[in-house]
């Protein structure tokens, strides 16, 4: 196991939603953390990620002053442009920052002999699959920009890997969900479009009503299913993907998947909510939501023989529960 008192873990896209949580559990295992953010959407509070470097990655100026300035043992890196459908609609701006900015932090990591990558990766590198569950060896068939983006980024990994300029993991995330209110942390966009924050804030009235995107899907309540997976148990598997670097066990390249197994539909969620909250609000049946699969669901058994991870906090009562009580929470306006 790596000695962590004396390390230094760069955390790019640290002030984002799974960003700052794993930022914060690095913080509690006792590593020194740094992070790069530009603050474009949905940062937390300013005092949960110091040190901060406000900085685009495309600014290599700035990020070779940050690792002059830090001895940094490792990159996890979170920072990215993350809405499927922005993303249909600048495609440029997608390619750009992901594909771009992956590019400009190898290329600084490389300039300052960092090696070792966590890579922030997502299950919309699948696209549309027939299968069930899906395994890491599923055919990866993007079907928007920011799947397609981030794909790319992973080959440029696995290429960098190749010829032994990196050690790296991509952690492919199924449905990022919950928080830690207890750490003043959760998912808070600028424009929201996840489903989970979108029915709490129904139930807050905050929100008129909430829709259903499809409800003629081939699912057993014809809703989709999808396999929703705690922001904490995510930040563990970042926390584990870093050790195993670290420790030099784990050379190359590989991804992993990040999710339970299981698959909940749109209408549980509904339900789900509706029970914590004590509070029924009016739900919408709406056309289908253009490039919505109707099942995404992961096979995580890799990431537990690999990585020794498995989901600890996905339940769905749990993660309803704790989106919740972050929801409740007022904060301050964020910083911009
Ligand atoms: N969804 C919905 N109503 C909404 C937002 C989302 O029915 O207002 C559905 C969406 O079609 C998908 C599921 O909820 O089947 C999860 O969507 P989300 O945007 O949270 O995550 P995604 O699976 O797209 O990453």
């Avoid at 990022?176 to 804030?201: C, F, K």
């Avoid at 050379?251 to 914590?276: C, D, H, K, M």
Wanted: aromatic residues 8%.
């Amino acid at each position: 196991m790596a000695s962590r008192s004396d390390q230094t873990i760069l955390v790019t896209g640290g002030a984002g939603y799974i960003g700052a949580h794993t930022a914060q559990q690095l913080r509690t295992r006792g590593y020194d953390v740094v992070v790069v953010d530009r603050l474009s959407n949905g940062a937390c509070p300013a005092a949960l990620v110091e040190p901060l470097v406000r900085a685009d990655l495309q600014d290599a100026t700035a990020l070779d002053a940050v690792f002059q300035a830090h001895d940094i043992a490792a990159v996890i890196h979170f920072a990215a442009s993350i809405e499927v459908g922005e993303s249909l609609r600048q495609p440029l701006a997608y390619f750009a920052n992901n594909v771009g900015g992956s590019l400009a932090l190898l290329q600084a990591m490389q300039r300052h002999s960092v090696r070792a990558l966590v890579f922030s990766s997502t299950a919309a590198v699948y696209g549309n699959q027939e299968l069930e569950i899906i395994p890491e060896t599923a055919a990866l068939a993007p079907c928007n920009p920011y799947g397609a983006s981030k794909a790319m980024a992973e080959q440029i990994l696995a290429e960098q890997a190749k010829v032994g300029a990196v050690n790296a993991i991509a952690l492919r995330y199924f449905n990022a969900s919950g928080a830690a209110p207890e750490l003043g942390l959760g998912e808070r966009h600028q424009t929201e479009t996840h489903l989970i924050p979108l029915v709490i804030q129904a139930a807050l009235g905050q929100r008129e009503q909430v829709s259903i995107f499809g409800s003629d899907y081939p699912t057993p309540d014809g809703t989709c299913l999808r396999d929703y997976i705690h922001v904490m148990d995510l930040a563990e598997a970042h926390i584990l993907a870093l050790e195993a670097l670290l420790s030099g066990q784990h050379p190359g390249f590989a991804a992993y998947n990040l999710g339970t197994g299981q698959g909940y539909s749109v209408r549980q969620i509904i339900e789900a909510v509706r029970q914590v909250a004590g509070q029924d609000f009016q739900v919408l049946e709406a056309e289908r939501r253009a490039g919505d699969p109707a099942r995404l669901i992961a096979d995580p058994s890799a990431a537990q023989a690999a990585l020794g991870w498995q989901a600890q906090h996905s339940g769905l009562e749990r993660i309803v529960s704790d989106a919740y009580r972050f929801f409740q929470q007022m904060f301050e306006p964020w910083p911009r």
